[in-house]
């Protein structure tokens, strides 16, 4: 049975704290590089911002217009006025704050539902009003946070400067993919009926999975574009490229409109980039096998090219430490991998129609748009 309880609560309290926290930082070291006369790292650190605000606003935007098809039009035009001046996360912020205080200390009162509704209304109205945010989340982190913590460990690799800001920074980067991560995939395990929530010991299996491998390849980023830039740009353009490619092979069905799930597909494009994500729900062992494998394979091959083509650089101290962190995450990130799908990875995925008997009986026409939502959107 989904439940929204008062840890899940205090975790939302603190992701807010953590958002808003993140918010101050980006501007904060983008006004010291500017001052600084570091104008170029400073407009891509605003850049990365402004494009996943713009991106998760629109989607935002998107999915309260479907949940409110039909209803109060000035109401609508309402949240478009909050969506356009990027502030629309917080109107879900709120929702979550007042539905989760409800199912979390409320949950007993008799006026927390009407006469109507069933017993878990509010269970479920907290459940999916956070699982909207964590999908919003996962577009931000991939969008900006991985992308800023990439400039971040570029500029003290390249440039050897050790500025006090720019450690937290790197820190809040690494926060900001580690909460995002785990609290999306506790939003999947409790969109699956015949699942166990996920506990302590799985969500930090599946933590490290996911925070050393894409350290590992961020790292490998970094190395790449301090040998060459635009090698790493051909790169990650190819990379993307990939990407959308197999997200059209998918026919993916997560939006309602054209324009918005060919938007959705190039956002794909993008984590995919930096790590798997599947768009199906699917069993995926040989895709992430593949996937995993190529990174494994351009990682060896971004060191081997420093070994023979720059035999001088790896007398460098950070060139050391880096490749060893490089292959250190990469490997422990793959046996937190293997351990998590052996072991704790759900293998029951929610079939159509049981999602639908679950809807229909549990919260009417509004919340059977939202599991769809969220069914066609699931990462491993």
Same mark, same amino acid.
């Given at each position: ?220 980023? *970094?190395?790449? =574009?301090? #040998? %060459?830039?635009?090698?790493?740009? &051909?790169? +990650?353009?190819?990379?993307?490229? /990939? ?79 880096? *490749?060893?962190? =490089?292959? #250190? %995450?990469?490997?422990?990130?793959? &046996?937190? +991998?293997?351990?998590?799908?052996? /072991? ?37």
């Amino acid at each position: 049975v989904m439940t929204f309880t008062k840890q899940n609560f205090i975790f939302l309290v603190s992701g807010i704290i953590i958002y808003v926290v993140d918010i101050g930082v980006d501007f904060w070291v983008a006004s010291k590089y500017f001052w600084q006369g570091q104008y170029s790292w400073s407009i891509s650190i605003l850049c990365f911002r402004g494009l996943s605000s713009l991106i998760t606003q629109i989607f935002s935007y998107e999915w309260f217009k479907n949940d409110l098809e039909g209803t109060d039009t000035g109401k609508l035009r309402w949240i478009f006025l909050v969506h356009l001046f990027h502030c629309g996360i917080f109107i879900r912020y709120w929702f979550a704050l007042k539905y989760g205080c409800q199912a979390a200390f409320k949950q007993n009162s008799s006026r927390d539902a009407s006469e109507t509704d069933p017993p878990n209304f509010i269970q479920k109205q907290a459940i999916d009003v956070v699982t909207d945010i964590n999908m919003l989340r996962i577009f931000k982190t991939f969008l900006e946070t991985a992308p800023q913590l990439f400039v971040q460990i570029y500029i003290l690799m390249e440039h050897g400067k050790n500025n006090f800001y720019q450690y937290p920074a790197i820190i809040m980067s690494f926060c900001g993919i580690s909460i995002s991560t785990v609290d999306y995939q506790t939003s999947l395990r409790k969109s699956l009926p015949d699942k166990d929530e996920f506990r302590v010991l799985p969500k930090l299996v599946y933590l490290f999975y996911k925070l050393l491998t894409i350290t590992s390849w961020i790292f490998s980023i *970094s190395l790449i =574009t301090v #040998l %060459s830039v635009r090698s790493s740009v &051909i790169l +990650l353009i190819f990379l993307w490229i /990939c990407g959308f490619t197999w997200t059209l092979k998918q026919h993916t069905t997560f939006c309602t409109s054209k324009k918005m799930e060919y938007l959705y597909r190039t956002v794909i494009g993008v984590i995919l980039i930096f790590t798997f994500f599947n768009i199906k729900g699917r069993k995926t062992k040989v895709c992430i096998s593949i996937y995993y494998a190529t990174h494994t394979v351009v990682t060896l091959g971004i060191l081997s090219v420093y070994i023979f083509w720059k035999p001088s650089i790896i007398e460098e101290i950070h060139f050391i430490i880096v *490749s060893i962190l =490089t292959i #250190l %995450s990469l490997l422990l990130g793959i &046996i937190f +991998l293997v351990v998590y799908y052996r /072991c704790f990875h759900p293998t029951a995925y929610c079939r159509p129609q049981a999602c639908s008997d679950e809807v229909d009986g549990e919260a009417g026409q509004k919340d059977r748009v939202e599991i769809s939502r969220f069914q066609n959107f699931i990462m491993q």
